[in-house]
Every structure is written in C-alpha cells, then in structure tokens.
C-alpha cells in the first residue's frame, strides 16, 4: 500500500537480496515531519551517523548476539543444601556437585570418561535414583512430539563405578525410563510396551506384549494428551516400589492424520493417530503390575472420557487417578489401595468432585499432606483459582487456603516439615507473577514486592530457593535465596546483555488499559519509536495472541520477540499488543467468558483496541497492521476479515482457520463438540469470513505441523481464492509449529520484514 504524505512518514524501499538495507527514524534531526528514510550500509562507518547501533534480522536470529545468561540444568540433592548440574570438561559430559551457600564446587559425580572411558561419548541428560546411589543416563536422544522422545538409556552405580546398557540396544531404543524407589529396577517402553529391568540379575520381563505403532500405546500419552495434558510419561512407581502403574490407551478407533515428508525423490507419509474435534478418542485405561507377584491388575474406574493424571500418594494404599468427562466440565478425583486388590482388580473410590457450566483446567497443583490423610488442590470455585485442603477420606470440611480477586497460578511445592505451600500468584495483578508460600492455617506471604515477574526453584528441603526477576524491560537477574526470601548470594546479572541492550538504545515497553466497547478494562503495552514526536503520525504493528491460558501483556523480559518488536519501532513503527477477553489471570469470568464462542470476543476487542490506537493523535489510523502465530494467526485473520475497516495489513503464521480441524481435548474444552456447537465454529472460523479481506495478508505454514495442520493453511487459501482475494502464501517445507531449523527462522523474519515494510 503506498504511502501517504501528509499522514504517514515517507517511507522509502531500495530492495536487495541480502535485505541489509534499513529504514530508520531520522533521529538526529527529529523532524517535524519525522521523516523515515531508506539507509543502506554495509559497515562502520555509515552507522556511526546515528547516536546508538541499529539492529536486523541476522543480530536477532542468527548472530548469538543478544544471548543472555541462564541459569539452567541445577537439580536438588536429597539433602537440600547441595544440588549438580549437567556440564562439559576435557573429561566429556560431567556430572559436578555444588554447595548451595557457597556456589563452590564440592564433588564430580561422573563423568562421560568415568563412565564410558570415552570423553567423547556425551549425555542428554540423567536421574538419580532416590538414595542417589545410581544414575540413569541417556544418550543419542530423538524427539518425537513437544516432550517425547527416543533414547538410549545406561545404568551406572555410583558405587561400585559399573556402568551397563538398559537393555539390548539392537532390539530398538527406549523411552520414559525409570527407577523403582529402592533402587533395585527400572521400568521403561520400547515399542509401545513396558518392560522392567532387575539391575542386579539383568533380567528383563516385559509386562505387556499387545503394543503396537497407532494401535495400542503401553505406558506412555497418545499425542493429544501430550500436547493438551502436556504429559508424555505413561509408568508410575508407587512409593515402595511393590506396583507398577501404567497407561494403557487403544487408538484403533482414533482416525489417521498423514503429512507428506520431501526431501526425498519420492515423499514419504508421516501417519499418526489425531483426534479432531467431534472425533472419536483413544479408549484410556490404567493397569497395575505387582512386582512381587507378577500379576498385571486391572483398574477398575467409572466410565470416563479422560485419565488426565495417574499419581501415588504416599504408598501404596493411595493410588490416584484424576478423570474427566469429555466437555472436561466435571473432574473427580479417585483413590484405590493396591495392597486389598482381589481378583477383579483395584477398587477406586471417588474422594472428591467438582463440576461447573464451562471447563476444568488440569493442572499439578495436588498434592498430599498430614501423612496422606489430606491434599492439597487449586479451584475456581469462588470465582479465582485458589488452594484449599481436602480430606482425603472424602469426609470433612474443605478448607479454603488463599482467597482474593487473584489467581494462584502454579503450585511450586510442599515443605513438608514447615507445613507451608509455595506457589505463584496474580495477586498485584494480572500482568505481574508474584511468589508466595502460604501455611496449612492459611497464612499467607508474598515474598517479594518487586514489581515484574519472580519465579523460583526450590531445593528439596525448601532452604534454598534460585530466584529469578524480570521485567518488561530488563534481563532476568537471578539470586539465591533462603526460605524467608533473603539473598544468600547473586548467581547472574545479565549486565553483559544490559549494556548491550543499552547500545541499541532499546525503547522502554510502557503498560496501559482502554476500555472496550463492551465496557472491560483491558491490559496492552505499547513501544514507541526513538525519537518520539506526539506531533507526528506513526503506522502501528499489533503483535497478538490472545488465546486461553496465553498472555501476551506480561511485565517480563521477551526475548527474541523483544528484539524483534525493537527492531520494528527503530524502523519507525510504533508497535502495541493486547490481552483480550478470554485470556487468563483475572479470574473465572474474565477467561471464561469466550466459552462455545472462541473468537468472537477476542476480535471484538482487537478491533476495539485498533479503533483506540486509531484514535490517538499520533497514529496514522489507515496504516494499523496486525500479526500473530497460531492462535494469534487465527485472531489476526479474524482481524482482517471481520475488521477489515481497522487493520490495513495481516500477517497471520500457523493459522487454525477452522475448530473443525483441531483436536479434541483443546477444542471442545472451549467449544464442546461440532455437533453440539455448530454456530460456535462456524461463526468464528475464518474461512468461512474469506470475501470480508481487503488488505494485504502474508500467511505462511509449515507442511509438516503436527499441532495446527498445513491443512488449516490449505482451507484458507481455497476458501480466499473462491472469495476472489489477492494475498501472499509462503509454505515452509518439513517444518513443524514452531518453524525452525537451519536458516529458517531468519528467512521467515526477513520475509516478514519485508512485507511489514511494503504493507504496514
């Protein structure tokens, strides 16, 4: 779209291949007419015509130039003032052992030359067992989905220094490998079957035999409960290591999904089992394999469409199963005593049930106390998400922990010998994350007062805590730190990045609210140009979101997209975002309030918010474009249609365009089924809004995702060239949802780039 004079600063292209050359906001002069010209450098000395650096694409998604510190990889020992960390040393992959307090290193665990006297022979990854006297390691990992993968596992005795293959290799690799409690064994699957293997004998036994590849699963999630439940583990210890819990879930009733995979002369299939909404699921079982008797029990539990979680309580008396009816609008919580198991198997008694008129998150947030006789669990039964107590009998009062116009967001733990539960909160506000621990009497404590967003790891006795602060506008800083949430000692400051940042003259993201049509204060944030002048017209880019459980307005640091949206405003691009109705961390009816109508209020309010950034005197109201990634895809091509007269330009990236193609358990958690909801997903589906665009739109999709399928993508563009619709379709081939690997990223934002230039 060409510009305008007079309302928009005159934006100039000299297009090249490499894309070096940038548009920047004359900031020297600051112009009454904020004039944006073209500059094209290629070194120093061009760049030294402007008081800070200028960013690109290759700075961001290339160069490791903005790489921060971290803090990762640090895993408690049992005593809670140690804990080890997975790192590299001329003896290959080590193992090495630190004191909290001091951060000094105390000990070398193992190491890649101790235990396979080969340096070069790395680790993925390790466990202790529970008395920490082995390790389980794996190596030559190969993902699968969002967190499973293959590997091949080793056993090393800390001990004795013997190291020894799982199992036989060369009858395939392994997943989801685990120690028993006492140390003794270690149950894993391979080929969809679980196997335990006796460490001292080497004896393997497999426990089931009928696993097959998009038929029966043993011991491990079909692909929308780890994508939806976002768990991918399958076997369950109890506590004394006498039982073997296990998932057993037959897919042969679930329909095949197959995306062609090239890179080869002839293109391969990859099929696997996705359930899409209105579509029949996995049939999900739990079993019972009893270790001393070698009995396999069934798990006898009401008819129920989900077994989002298997858990232990704290023996074997306390099996735990949560499950869910399928509109995920009932959960009920059922506890069954492995030890009085007869013939017909292990009898489960529901000791507690919620239901309500919407959905049911599932979450972590259980847990037991007072010697198994309680748990601890998060509700929004008053409206917020709050912890209480409940007796784990079924009988008694429930007690009502935390309570305020808040969310509880996430349970980090228990402190068993304080009595205390830690976890973080909205409490000073949806757009801030807060730690807090509370006690059994409900007391409850913030920790910190700063304004941002905290989270924490907690060492295994609760002494210690790795505190990590952020903000909008600052790199996370992270701290030790004891109970009462005192500073033992600073770990990393990211100053190194701080200056860097600095250099590159980074605008200050400034938070506000407007009011939508509807009368809903609604959080956003909003980046200005260097050079600001509330004298000019500036063109606006929408960066959003605005799904369930997702908030794009959050005081915390972004990353990547930080830079991204800096590069944008250098570009002379005020750059805004908004969390819409439906969008979490204020409460039940705030997030709720999109039920059997996703996307219909969330658009409302992004138009809203276009006609309020329209509004100000320093926008340029004909040049407000919009973008966003999956669910944002889905909202910016719902912007572009049913708000075609407020967004100039879209860029929508791994788009659901129709409810129909999506899987069942995030679907009709928000939409209930096609059959029951017909006008939900037909209202709201963009495709069926084509002949409504009147901008330039950039979609683009990966042909191999496996979360929102090119499909979704491949209905849009039918449904855009039947409505007789100019747009621009970029396909990226084998790439999944997240669009990465090798020189693509940068390619997207390049492309991307370019046409936020040409049509924003």
Known sequence: MPANEGQLPILLHSKSNNMKNICVTDIMKRSACAVIFALSFNGAADAQDFPFQLLSNDLIWSSGEFRGEYVSGVRSMNDGKHYTSLERSESGSSIVKYAYRTGE?????????????????????????????????????????????????????????????????????????????????????????????????????????????????????????????????????????????????????????????????????????????????????????NTETGRTLSVLNSETEYIPRVKWGVNSEQLVLMTMNRHQSEMGILIGDCTAANAAGVMMKEVWTESCNTYIDITDDIRFVNAGKAFILTSERDGYNHLYQFNADGKGNDVQLTSGEWDVLEVQGFDEKRKEIYFSCSQKGATQTHLARVNLKGKMTILQDESGTHSARFSDSFDYYIHTHQNANTPPNYTLRNRTGEVVRVLKTNQS????????????????????????????????????????????????????????????????????????????????????????????????????????????????????????????????????????????????????????????????????????????????????????????????????????????????????????????????????????????????????????????????????????
């Open 105 to 289: 290193a105390v000990d070398t665990i193992a190491t890649s030359l101790q235990v396979f006297q080969d340096a070069g022979k790395g680790f993925n990854g390790y466990e202790f067992s529970a008395d920490e006297s082995n390790l389980l390691i794996t190596t030559e990992t190969e993902g699968i989905y969002r967190h499973s993968f293959f590997a091949n596992y080793y056993t090393h005795n800390l001990e004795t220094g013997i190291t020894r293959p799982l199992s036989d290799f060369e009858t395939g690799k392994q997943r989801l490998a685990a120690f028993s409690p006492d140390a003794k064994q270690v149950a894993f699957v391979r080929d969809n079957n679980v196997f335990i293997v006796d460490l001292e004998s080497g004896l393997e036994t497999q426990v089931t035999t009928d696993g097959e590849r998009n038929k029966i699963i043993n011991g491990a999630t079909d692909w929308v409960y780890e994508e939806e439940f976002g768990k991918d583990n399958g076997i369950f210890w109890s506590p004394d290591g006498k039982f073997l819990a296990f998932y057993r879930f037959d897919e042969s009733g679930v329909k095949e999904f197959s995306m062609p995979m090239y890179g080869q002369l002839y293109p391969e299939p990859y099929t696997f089992k996705y359930p899409k909404a209105g579509e029949d699921n996995a049939k999900v079982n739990v079993f019972v394999f």
């Open 497 to 760: 990045l701080k200056d860097k940042v600095a250099a590159y003259n980074m605008q200050p993201k400034t938070f506000f609210t407007f009011t939508n049509d509807a009368g809903v204060d609604l959080n956003c944030w909003m980046i200005k140009p260097p050079g600001f002048d509330p004298n000019n017209s500036y063109p606006v880019y929408v960066a959003i979101y605005g799904g369930p459980g997702v908030n794009t307005v959050e005081d915390s640091w972004g990353g990547a997209n930080y830079y991204w949206h800096q590069l944008l405003a250098q570009r002379g691009f005020i750059v805004a975002s908004c969390d819409p109705r439906g969008t979490p961390k204020r409460g039940r009816t705030f997030e709720h309030s999109t039920y059997k109508e996703l996307g219909k209020l969330e658009t409302e309010d992004f138009i809203d918010f276009g006609e309020h950034l329209g509004g100000l005197e320093y926008v340029d109201a004909d040049h407000i474009g919009i973008q966003g990634w999956s669910y944002g895809g889905f909202m910016t091509l719902l912007s572009m249609t049913k708000g075609a007269e407020v967004f100039s330009a879209g860029i929508s990236v791994a788009p659901v365009t129709n409810w129909r193609y999506y899987d069942t358990i995030y679907t009709e958690r928000f939409m209930q089924t096609p059959s029951e909801n017909a006008r939900g997903y037909d209202d709201n589906s963009p495709v069926n809004h084509a002949e409504k665009l009147e901008g330039p739109l950039l979609l683009v999709h990966g042909s191999a995702d496996d979360n929102v399928h090119y499909q979704n993508s491949m209905e849009m563009v039918n449904a855009l060239v039947a409505a007789g619709k100019d747009f621009d379709f970029f396909v990226y081939p084998d790439r999944n949802h997240g669009i990465y690997g090798g020189n693509t990223r940068l390619h997207l934002y390049n492309m991307m780039l370019d046409f936020v230039d040409e049509n924003f």
